[in-house]
């Protein structure tokens, strides 16, 4: 398997979207199962419904094995000095506060994020099916992927979109008062909130220590606009602690 394009940084970039790519493959894997699922929350089969959830944990655990992979081909510096700046936006970019003017096309500059994981219609995808809900409070993160689905292709969010009209999984766990279904339903949350603790490692390896690094030995550089902020244009850590968090909280209590 192999790029179509690269980027400066030499392998550093084909690393980066290769276990990308692998990652979104492991768990994408567990799609399929998806129409089961609603089938048998719709005929009250707890049995399938628990296998078919244990398939999509399976899965998700798969694409966090992958997401290791990371380390051996992927370094921080190369990451941040260089790949980074390709992946980043103008929009959230106090460098390009009113955007960015394509001459010729139209008369109004445009601000669009960047590359951000939160594009992917796959973990969004199962935040739906599990019945995990960003918190309101947090607006900036509902909000943000809220956004982010304008990224993506028409039929990945017309995708997202059905789901959300389907039968809530989530209700139906708890409906059924059944402790070995509920323990089931939170391997499966628990799978997403592993890779998303483990993408809050990452971020803090890759991006927000060569950021604090990078000020050290750089004094006269602005104060940390490349530490808190991720190629979306979010504040990175704050955004993943609060996705994670509220992943988290979708954790069903024992009965």
């Not at 993506?152 to 999984?169: D, G, I, N, Y």
């Not at 059924?176 to 803090?204: F, P, T």
């Not at 890759?206 to 690094?213: F, L, N």
Request: hydrophobic fraction near 40%.
């Amino acid at each position: 398997m192999d790029i179509l394009f690269s980027f400066p940084g030499g392998d550093c970039g084909k690393g980066f979207f290769l276990i990308s790519l692998l990652v979104e493959i492991e768990a994408a894997s567990a799609i399929k199962v998806i129409p089961t699922i609603f089938k048998a929350v719709q005929n009250q089969d707890r049995d399938t419904l628990q296998k078919a959830l244990l398939d999509i944990t399976s899965c998700l655990q798969k694409a966090l094995e992958v997401f290791h992979q990371i380390h051996e081909y992927v370094d921080p510096d190369l990451f941040f000095n260089v790949l980074r700046i390709y992946l980043s936006g103008w929009k959230g970019n106090a460098k390009m506060p009113e955007g960015l003017l394509y001459e010729g096309f139209w008369d109004t500059p445009k601000m669009f994020a960047g590359g951000s994981a939160a594009q992917s219609s796959i973990f969004q995808c199962f935040d739906v099916l599990l019945g995990i809900q960003h918190s309101s409070d947090e607006a900036s993160s509902a909000e943000f992927l809220q956004e982010m689905r304008t990224y993506m292709p028409p039929a990945h969010q017309k995708f997202l979109h059905s789901l959300e009209s389907k039968p809530s999984v989530r209700e139906f766990v708890l409906s059924e008062g059944d402790d070995s279904l509920q323990a089931i339903y939170n391997k499966c949350v628990d799978a997403m909130v592993s890779l998303r603790n483990y993408h809050l490692q990452i971020v803090a390896k890759y991006i927000v220590i060569p950021a604090r690094q990078s000020k050290n030995t750089q004094p006269s550089e602005e104060p940390s606009e490349s530490e808190n902020k991720g190629t979306g244009g979010t504040d990175v850590m704050k955004f993943l602690k609060s996705v994670r968090d509220t992943t988290k909280s979708a954790l069903l209590k024992e009965i």
